[in-house]
């Protein structure tokens, strides 16, 4: 295929994914309820909606999978190891954790630590057969504090997240100074300045994409377990994709004192299936093969449903957003149904959210409930030894 073909295709797939931006908003909100369309709620609504019909339309376009569809027959072998295996048996204990590089560096006002290890997250045998296991250089951003000990909050990002700008979007300058929180956030595979490193991740190889959860639910244990001597209290929190490797860490790591997810996922392979219909038939033999019953076996164990979470329900948390585009409501639901412990629907969108400062106070509100309840829970002789 020339380059002038292939740029006259991009080209009208991008008109045609813009010019479906307004009436998959509208259509979205439609299937919802509590849209109010001539208020400026509802304005905010649409607004935020769109936003998350843009950010798809964004992954659609720039998402760079696998060539050829991979044989239904080649992801057998690892769903029937996995499946057996369970999460406990699949999810290996974490190397410790070595740094080789540490850099001090600065955004605005709030300065931070890059720190790099090599990490191989000892994936099971039909995994590291396949290739998508072995050792890869892990990276994890830090903010801390030069006393200690302190509340720890570690933080898992979304897809297409991992950079610096997460140290502002976040808010993690106020947690860090106003709430005395020292922050980790760990960069997934595939991500922020991992991006162009191997492995990629997430694409359309199912293989490829429970390997990849499973690497960064391995990373982020090594970084649970090396903050932990530093911590009196230990938070993990996900948004989105980072939802899953929360969920699992707080399944793994019995030490977690809390968790809190934020516009959850379930199933990684069975979303991105669901997002391949925007392609019409272009895609179907991907869709097909995310959505069968031999990738669902496979994906058991990444899934956040089978999890028994280390925190009491009191010290869980998630949060929802209504009008959601991209995980849409049902998995908060399903997850509140099967963890139970604090909820909160946000009224806008899965992007969203990330701006809504009543999510930000809910968010404040239950890590300083958290670390305030640690101190509570100590033995005082203890603090003194």
């Known amino acids: 295929?020339?380059?002038?073909?292939?740029?006259?295709?991009?080209?009208?797939?991008?008109?045609?994914?813009?010019?479906?931006?307004?009436?998959?908003?509208?259509?979205?909100?439609?299937?919802?309820?509590g849209w109010a369309p001539a208020t400026p709620r509802g304005v905010r609504q649409f607004g935020e909606v769109m936003l998350d019909e843009l950010v798809l339309s964004a992954f659609s376009l720039l998402g760079a999978g696998p060539a050829v569809v991979r044989p239904l027959s080649?992801?057998?072998?690892?769903?029937?190891?996995?499946?057996?295996l369970g999460i406990d048996g699949a999810h290996r204990e974490p190397e410790p954790l070595r740094v080789q590089a540490l850099q001090r560096r600065r955004i605005g006002r709030l300065a931070y630590e890059r720190m790099t290890f090599e990490h191989d997250p000892r994936l099971p045998a039909t995994l590291e057969a396949d290739g998508v296991g072995g050792t890869s250089r892990a990276v994890v951003h830090l903010c801390r504090h030069?006393?200690?000990?302190?509340?720890?909050?570690?933080?898992?990002?979304?897809?297409?997240?991992?950079?610096?700008?997460?140290?502002v979007l976040s808010r993690i300058g106020h947690i860090h100074h106003v709430l005395g929180f020292n922050v980790a956030m760990p960069v997934q595979p595939g991500h922020g300045c991992r991006r162009r490193?191997?492995?990629?991740?997430?694409?359309?190889?199912?293989?490829?994409?429970?390997?990849?959860?499973?690497?960064?639910?391995?990373?982020?244990?090594?970084?649970?377990?090396?903050?932990?001597?530093?911590?009196?209290?230990?938070?993990?929190?996900?948004?989105?994709?980072?939802?899953?490797?929360?969920?699992?860490?707080?399944?793994l790591e019995r030490q977690i004192d809390a968790v809190a997810l934020y516009t959850p996922i379930l199933g990684l392979n069975a979303m991105i299936a669901r997002h391949l219909g925007?392609?019409?038939?272009?895609r179907d033999g991907f869709r097909e093969l995310l959505e069968s019953s031999e990738v669902s076996r496979l994906t058991s164990v990444i899934d956040p449903l089978a999890v028994d979470p280390a925190p009491t329900p009191?010290?869980?948390?998630?949060?929802?957003?209504?009008?959601?585009?991209?995980?849409m409501r049902e998995p908060t639901t399903a997850l509140q149904d099967r963890w139970g412990g604090q909820l909160y629907w946000y009224d806008g969108s899965h992007v969203g959210h990330i701006f809504s400062r009543r999510v930000q106070r809910v968010t404040e509100r239950f890590l300083t409930e958290v670390a305030a309840a640690r101190i509570d829970d100590t033995d005082p002789t203890e603090a003194f030894e």
């Open 1 to 33: 295929m020339s380059l002038a073909t292939r740029s006259l295709g991009l080209t009208r797939d991008v008109v045609r994914e813009l010019g479906m931006v307004v009436p998959r908003t509208v259509a979205g909100l439609n299937e919802s309820t």
């Open 74 to 84: 080649e992801c057998a072998p690892a769903a029937e190891e996995l499946s057996a």
């Open 146 to 167: 030069r006393d200690g000990p302190r509340p720890w909050l570690v933080w898992v990002h979304g897809a297409g997240q991992g950079g610096t700008e997460d140290l």
């Open 197 to 251: 490193e191997w492995p990629a991740y997430p694409d359309m190889d199912p293989l490829g994409n429970v390997a990849g959860m499973m690497r960064a639910v391995s990373e982020v244990r090594a970084v649970v377990r090396w903050v932990e001597p530093q911590a009196n209290t230990v938070v993990v929190a996900g948004i989105s994709m980072g939802t899953p490797v929360a969920a699992l860490v707080s399944h």
């Open 278 to 282: 925007r392609w019409g038939s272009s």
């Open 314 to 327: 009191e010290r869980r948390l998630i949060v929802g957003a209504w009008h959601d585009r991209m995980a």
